[in-house]
């Protein structure tokens, strides 16, 4: 079973805009929570991380938001630029990996 | 600062060949993992180690074994490969516990391996 799911294989948004990517978890023990971005033949690079013990974490364009209710968390991007442009993946404390969003900008 | 390096990049592999996926870091990390990455499934750890002379299985260890004699290097290795061990392969290095949280890991840049 996953234990992380990101269920947008992709995502298209124009230049300037706000992506926001999701991802959803099935176990409410996992303490914190990161977002990777990989470009193709690269390995993924860390992006931002929050703890279960808030809700929102914010670094530049990039804001993370938790909802432990709904075992839920995002990755809001504004504005959008083409360089955004990659595969992104959620990931949770013990080792588990999203499946990814590919995302898309528009210039 | 090399960060973590993966040899070899690109590799094909005959039906019950073995190999091994060298992976060296240089950032004194106590944490070090290998991931295979295939379409639609995301990354899949297969096995990871804590510290150095100790490995632990992941999701998907079967047909791998892993060794971390040294801290700096965590190999991955094939004994008898299988088509279905074609993937693309990253080996990662973090700080370990909360510092994870903090700074993620850092991934080399993948083998892609093919078995024919």
């Known amino acids: 079973d996953q234990q992380v799911k990101q269920n947008s294989p992709s995502l298209s948004v124009q230049e300037g805009r706000i992506s926001i990517l999701n991802c959803d978890y099935t176990?409410?023990?996992?303490?914190?929570f990161l977002w990777y971005k990989k470009y193709p033949a690269e390995g993924p690079t860390f992006l931002i991380s929050?703890?279960?013990?808030?809700d929102k974490n914010e670094d530049g364009r990039f804001t993370v938001f938790l909802n432990k209710s709904a075992k839920h968390l995002s990755l809001h991007i504004v504005p959008s630029q083409p360089g955004d442009s990659a595969v992104y993946f959620c990931?949770?404390?013990?080792?588990?990996f999203g499946s990814g969003t590919k995302l898309n900008v528009k210039p | 600062n090399a960060g973590v390096t993966q040899t070899p990049k690109f590799r094909v592999l005959k039906t019950g060949q073995s190999m091994t996926l060298l992976c060296a870091q240089d950032?004194?990390?106590?944490?070090m993992y290998w991931y295979r990455q295939d379409p639609g499934m995301g990354l899949r750890l297969i096995h990871y180690?804590?510290?150095?002379?100790?490995?632990a299985k992941g999701e998907v260890p079967d047909g791998y074994n892993v060794s971390r004699l040294k801290k700096q290097n965590f190999l991955l290795g094939l004994e008898s490969a299988a088509p279905s061990q074609t993937s693309v392969y990253f080996c990662?290095?973090?700080?370990?516990?909360?510092?994870?949280?903090?700074?993620?890991?850092?991934f080399g840049s993948g083998t892609r391996l093919t078995v024919v």
């Open positions: 990662a290095s973090s700080y370990g516990g909360t510092a994870t949280a903090r700074y993620g890991y850092t």
């Open positions: 176990n409410s023990m996992f303490d914190y």
């Open positions: 929050i703890s279960s013990i808030k």
């Open positions: 990931a949770v404390n013990k080792f588990y």
């Open positions: 950032m004194n990390h106590e944490y």
């Open positions: 180690s804590v510290g150095e002379g100790t490995t």
